[in-house]
């Protein structure tokens, strides 16, 4: 499974529902990572294989979305993304993580493995 294009619709069914819930609450089954990117951003282009990689390499045990901060202002907005590419990790408990700047593989695999999938 390659990752997925994520609207706030998408966002709201199946992450979380903002617009109803105040306290985090997340609705999937399976830990999850957000890159929030914009076509024009060197460093997203960069990343981009990489999470497709990543993507391929923990099917079944892991999501990754892509939310293009250009079409989705309302969740960038939620997230107060200032910068991108940056990135969501959601783990099924506990609260998620946000890292801004374009990180390397390895940094990304330890990310999943320390904290997403035990």
Sequence with gaps: MATEKMTSETFRNEVFDYTTEREWNFKGKLPAIIDFYADWCGPCK???????????EYKDKLVI??????QERELSSVFGIRSIPSILFIPVEGQPMMQAGALPKSVLKNIIEGELIN
């Design 65 to 70: 979305y892509k939310v293009d901060t250009e």
């Design 46 to 56: 960069m990343v981009a294989p990489i999470l497709e990689e990543l993507a391929n």
